[in-house]
Structure formats: structure tokens, C-alpha cells
């Protein structure tokens, strides 16, 4: 067979939102003759029993990819802590602590009077 | 830049270390041809795997199985359309499409399962076929859920749920046969004295010296051979069927305690042979149906690919 | 309260439902795109799960089970439009099916476009069940229509073929689309707020301006009621719908009553 010998649908990827509290997820895709086409396609290919208040298609070559073997573009060797809720949540607690021991010996001392 | 043979022999490493690949990797032409292969007998076994029940979908006996039923079928199809485009994204490097791939299932070039080229004669078998055929795919597909290939493994998820809801819908049909009239009894029992070998052969034979299935175990597509998986159907089913007080139709089947395992008589593998020149019970009705319908829709898809419709 | 009139109602309801919802699903595994196979599938079951609220809702209005009601009546108590009971082709789905989705989608378009303004007139029927029922059914309409609307403009506009295909289609449908419209023996009241004439009207309003958009001929208004004889509404319907029940209660008709 040539290539081009038939004629050839397009692939649309197909995102899903499925509630306003959610982002659109990829869920598969579907070959169609246009974007039109592959959203009502698309709908019952991924819908059947899941609800879901929006549908995007995308044409697959309209997509642009990191490379899989590119493993050091996603690398995060070095500690980037600093930039986490780890990385300050027990040292702010101990410091905390401090206060809240002098916080009560006050209490203490209104209360015993 | 590494030549041919050091990539091949990292990717055969990446593989056997448990690495996933992905459709856009490098991959060595050996892996990719028996991806696509396997892929497109997978997606039109489920896509003439509609057929058998399809014929009772018009003659379903209530509403309630008029529209299990339907669900039941439209989910193979949909299953059909899945594995084709994970193969499709596979075999663009190739040259081939959706035509192409299932163009070639008529022209003998590309096989579906054995299983699907057997009769279903009776309602009952449509049961059978929900339930046990249903059940087998589950147990080779679940084993397949950590195939090296990432979109397939993935697909799977989506597929092995909904044949959930599928062997359901067959227990439900066997079991309020099982519970029925004589009449409706002996419909189940007879359908599977009619499938009871075909359940067997569905596995494939316990040694298989195929170089396809070789490279597919090389590369960690698959990792259980067609008898544990044949094991594990019997373990999960033989039990379920003889509580319903059926009899299947083998009188050596019994478990070795011992062994570990189940001992059966051996279906006649030769039947597989005719099955994979197409000249299996149905084989050809069935290829004959697709092949009519497929003709008859050329037309439709020429219209969806007209740059009109491209436009919008 | 007019139940003789209700009930006239909802078998028209459920029959045509089920008889098109089981031609439906005569296409499934056979359709011309496999993405396709799938939508239309859910189609199919939408009218046979629509069917089956509606032989509930006669069940509940004593006639009957409502699976005795879809299997057991004979060809000359059924009240489905002879539109769809007409074959989706030479041939059956077992045996050589050169079925034609171009008069598949006509038919599909044109029925659904009447159900859909038939529910609409029901949400404002005096038969509280039968309006809210409606009302579900309705939206469930909406993706019926855009289906089968976007199937129409890209047969219509695609290739010489396809379009030549549509306008066949066209002309194989419009004979029998009087006898959607026919109310048989229900009378326009309370129960249903609406005469043939009116369904006439708004269904035309709806779909010529699509025949004009893709450039179609316009075949002429329909008339508001059946060819004499032809009226599937009054029990009048043809060989085909024999051939259909003989296929649908195959099963059924062998322990009528036992669990399945």
C-alpha cells in the first residue's frame, strides 16, 4: 500500500473536562475529518459514562513535545527546598514553640496572680 | 552517534530493565513491526468480536438486555477504535493508516482471534460469550496491563475496566438462565458443551515456538506464557461454573493438588491452523459482513476527508 | 382526564422509539467509520431506553408489562410511523446488509426533528408523568439533532457521491413523512397541546432553511397525516414491520414471562 494511497483522517487528541473544580485531561483521541467531527465523536468514544462539561479537540500535529530520551531537560538534581512547603514548615514550627512556651508562663502568672 | 546495533542493544536493555516506551522513541524496526502486529490483531479481534453477539442484539428477549447488549458490543467496537489508534501512531513511520490496517484483515495479511470465528446459535451463547469468552480476554489483557508499550498498557486501563461491566452483563444473562426453566437450562448447557474447547484454544497452545511471540516476550510486551494464562482462566472459572450445577464437557478436567495445577484433555490445537487461514466455522461470513460493510462506507469516508468538511 | 387519549399517545411514543431504535441497531458493527459505530450506537440506545420509559409509563397505566408490551403485540396493534420501520437496506443485518447510511441519515434527521417538537408540545401536557418525562427525554434530543445535522451538511457538501447518495435518501423518506405527523386516534386536548398542521409548520421551519443552506431542492411541505391505508398510527403498517417483530421476539416469544 502507498502511502497516500487512501485517504487519511486526521488525529484530534481529545481533553475532558470533566467539573468546574477540574482541569481538561487527556483521554485519548479519535481520527475524524475535522475538529467539529472528532468533539461529537468524541463524546461518546470517551463520554459514555463519565460526566463532563467541556470537550476540547486538537489536531495532533498542532501538539508540541518534549522528547522522552531528554531525560536531563525535567533534572532537579541540586535541593529546592527553599521553594517548598517542606522546607520551612519545621523550622518555622520550632520557632513557634519558643514563642508559645513564653505565651504561657504569661497565662501563668495572670492566672496565679 | 551511535550506530544501529548500540542503540538496539540500550533499547533491549531499556526493556528488560522495566523502562516504558513511548510512540515517539527510537525503537529498532524489529520492535516496532511486532508492536503494530500485535496491536492490529488485538483492535480487529475486538472489532469482529462484535459480530458473534451483535447477531442477538436485534433478538435480545427483554429491553433491559436489548440495552445491555447494545452497550455490550458498542463497548468492543469502541475498544476496536482505541487499540487502532495506539497501533496507527505506531505505524505512521511505516506508511500505514487506519485504512491500511484494516484493510489487511481482508486480504489475509492480518488475523483476529480464534475465538471469534465460532457460531452463536442460541441466546444463551451470547451468555456464555459475555461471561467466559469475555472472562479470558480479561486474563490475558490484565496480563498485559504491564506491557513494555506505554499507550497500549494505558488503553488497557480503560478496556479492562469496562470488560468489568461486560462479564456482569454475561453472569447476569447465564445466571437467570441457570435459574430459569429447564428449557432455558439446557439452552446454557448446551452452549457451553458448544465452548467449552473454544474457551481452551482461546490461549493459544502451551508451547508456542513462534517467532512472534518470541519477540514479543524478548521485549517484555507480554510476560506470561499462553498456559499460566490458560491456568489462571480455569482456577478463576471451572469453580463458578460447576456452582451453577453445570457440567463442563471434559471428564478428566479436575485440579492437581500436587502439580499445582489443572489437568484438561487437550482441545484439537490442529483446529487453530484452519482458523489462521481464515477457514475457522465462520470465519468467513464474518470477514464476508465487514468486508460488505466496509465497501458499502467508502463512499461516507470519502465525504468526511472532502476538504469541505475540512474547512470547518 | 382523557386516558384512552394518553395511552394512545405513549404507544406512538414507545413504538416508534423502539421500532427506530431497533433499526438503529441493526448498523452496530456495520457503520461506515468505526468512531462512528460508536455515536450512533449510543443513539440506538438512547430511543430504545427512551421505548422502555414509555412502556413503563403504559405499564403503570395498567396495560400491561412493559416487555409484553415491546415483544407480544402483533403488527396491527402497533402505532410506530411507517417511516421506521422501513429496512435500512437490501438485505438484513445477518445476511448481506448493503444498507444505506444516506437514507439513514435523512430518516434519522427528519424523525428526530419531529420527536423533538413532539416533546417539546408534552412538556406541556396535562399528563404530569408523560410531561416531565418529556422534558428528560428533550435534552437528551439535542445531541441527536447535532449528530445528525453535521451528517447531513457533510454528506450534502462532500464529494458528487455523497450528495447524489443524500438527495436519494431524500426522495426514499419523503413519501412516508406524512405519516409522522399523524396523530391517529388521539385527538389534539390537553394531554397533547398540538395539532398535525402545527408539528407540520415548525418542522418545516426548521429544515428548509438547512436544505436551502446546503443547496437542496425543497420536496414540498408534508402533508399532515398518512397516505390512505399507509397510516402506521392506525395499526396500518407493511411487511417489513412483520419481518422486524418476527426478529425482536424471536427469543422472547419462546417462555414469554420467564426471566431472561
Not at chain 2, 516504558?20 to 488485538?42: G, S
Not at chain 2, 433478538?59 to 468492543?76: F, H
Request: proline share 6%.
Amino acid at each position: 500500500m502507498a502511502l497516500g494511497a487512501h485517504p487519511r483522517f486526521r488525529v484530534y487528541e481529545i481533553f475532558v473536562q470533566k467539573d468546574h473544580q477540574s482541569p481538561h485531561v487527556w483521554v485519548g483521541s479519535v481520527d475524524a475529518g475535522s475538529a467539529e467531527d472528532a468533539i461529537l465523536l468524541a463524546r461518546e468514544s470517551f463520554l459514555r459514562r463519565d460526566p463532563a462539561v467541556s470537550i476540547w479537540a486538537v489536531e495532533q500535529s498542532a501538539i508540541h513535545r518534549t522528547d522522552y530520551a531528554d531525560r536531563d531537560f525535567f533534572a532537579r538534581e541540586t535541593d529546592k527546598r527553599y521553594r517548598t512547603l517542606a522546607g520551612y514548615r519545621a523550622a518555622n514550627a520550632e520557632r513557634w514553640r519558643k514563642y508559645r512556651r513564653e505565651l504561657l508562663d504569661l497565662e501563668r502568672d495572670f492566672v496565679r496572680d | 552517534m551511535p550506530n544501529h546495533d548500540d542503540r538496539h542493544a540500550a533499547f533491549l536493555d531499556r526493556v528488560q530493565r522495566g523502562e516504558k516506551i513511548e510512540a515517539t522513541d527510537w525503537m529498532p524496526d524489529e520492535y516496532r513491526i511486532a508492536m503494530v502486529k500485535f496491536l492490529q490483531m488485538h483492535a480487529l479481534s475486538e472489532l469482529m468480536g462484535a459480530l458473534p453477539e451483535k447477531e442477538w442484539v436485534p433478538r435480545a428477549p427483554t429491553l433491559a438486555r436489548k440495552l445491555s447488549l447494545m452497550a455490550k458490543v458498542q463497548d468492543e467496537v469502541g475498544h476496536a477504535q482505541l487499540i487502532l489508534r495506539v497501533a496507527e501512531d505506531l505505524a505512521a513511520p511505516l506508511g500505514k493508516g487506519r485504512e491500511e490496517l484494516v484493510a489487511e484483515l481482508f486480504t489475509g495479511e492480518a488475523k483476529f482471534h480464534n475465538v471469534f470465528h465460532m457460531p452463536a446459535p442460541t441466546w444463551a451463547d451470547a451468555g456464555i460469550i459475555g461471561w467466559l469468552v469475555d472472562g479470558a480476554a480479561v486474563v490475558s489483557q490484565a496480563a498485559l496491563l504491564t506491557s513494555s508499550y506505554a499507550p497500549y498498557a494505558r488503553v488497557l486501563q480503560r478496556v479492562c475496566a469496562e470488560e468489568g461491566f461486560h462479564i456482569q452483563h454475561g453472569e447476569s444473562i447465564c445466571l437467570a438462565l441457570a435459574e430459569g426453566t429447564p428449557a432455558q437450562r439446557q439452552m446454557l448447557q448446551d452452549a457451553l458443551n458448544r465452548w467449552w474447547e473454544a474457551l481452551l484454544l482461546f490461549f493459544g497452545p502451551p508451547e508456542s515456538n513462534s517467532p512472534s511471540a518470541a519477540v514479543l516476550f524478548k521485549y517484555r510486551f507480554r510476560t506470561k506464557t499462553n498456559e499460566e494464562l490458560r491456568q489462571k482462566f480455569l482456577t478463576k472459572y471451572v469453580p463458578r461454573i460447576w456452582a451453577l450445577g453445570l457440567t463442563i464437557p471434559d471428564p478428566q478436567l479436575r485440579f492437581d493438588e500436587e502439580a499445582g495445577r489443572w489437568v484438561y484433555t487437550p482441545p484439537d490445537w490442529s483446529k487453530l491452523k484452519a482458523i489462521a487461514r481464515n477457514q475457522g466455522p465462520l470465519s468467513q461470513y464474518r470477514l464476508g459482513l465487514r468486508r460488505l460493510s466496509y465497501e458499502q462506507g467508502r463512499w461516507v469516508r470519502e465525504a468526511l476527508l472532502a476538504p469541505a468538511a475540512q474547512a470547518v | 382526564m382523557d386516558t384512552r387519549g394518553v395511552i394512545a399517545l405513549l404507544y406512538q411514543l414507545a413504538d416508534d422509539e423502539l421500532v427506530v431504535g431497533h433499526r438503529d441497531s441493526e448498523w452496530l458493527g456495520l457503520a461506515p467509520h468505526i468512531e462512528e459505530d460508536v455515536a450512533f450506537s449510543s443513539i440506538a440506545q438512547d430511543e430504545v431506553g427512551h421505548a422502555a420509559l414509555y412502556y413503563r409509563l403504559l405499564e403503570e397505566l395498567g396495560e400491561g408489562r412493559a416487555d409484553d408490551l415491546a415483544f407480544l403485540r402483533p403488527a396491527g396493534q402497533r402505532r410506530n410511523a411507517v417511516l421506521l420501520e422501513r429496512p435500512n437496506g437490501p438485505g438484513t443485518y445477518l445476511a448481506e446488509p448493503r444498507f444505506d447510511w444516506g437514507y439513514t441519515i435523512v430518516r434519522r434527521l427528519a424523525y428526530d426533528l419531529f420527536d423533538a417538537i413532539r416533546l417539546e408540545v408534552l412538556t406541556a401536557s396535562a399528563h404530569a408523568p408523560l410531561a416531565r418525562a418529556a422534558a428528560k427525554i428533550l435534552r437528551e434530543e439535542r445531541y441527536h439533532l447535532l449528530h445528525h445535522t453535521t451528517w447531513f451538511r457533510r454528506l450534502a457538501t462532500g464529494t458528487a457521491e455523497s450528495r447524489r447518495r443524500l438527495e436519494a435518501g431524500v426522495a426514499a423518506v419523503w413519501p412516508d413523512l406524512g405519516g409522522l405527523f399523524s396523530l391517529g386516534e388521539v385527538a389534539p386536548g390537553p394531554h397533547f397541546p398540538a395539532s398535525p398542521e402545527e408539528l407540520v409548520d415548525r418542522w418545516t421551519a426548521e429544515l428548509e432553511p438547512l436544505f436551502a443552506e446546503v443547496g437542496f431542492a425543497w420536496p414540498g411541505r408534508p402533508a399532515p397525516a398518512a397516505a390512505p391505508g399507509a397510516d402506521g398510527r392506525l395499526g396500518q403498517h407493511t411487511p417489513e414491520l412483520d419481518g422486524l417483530l418476527e426478529t425482536m421476539g424471536e427469543v422472547y416469544r419462546t417462555a414469554p414471562g420467564a426471566a431472561w
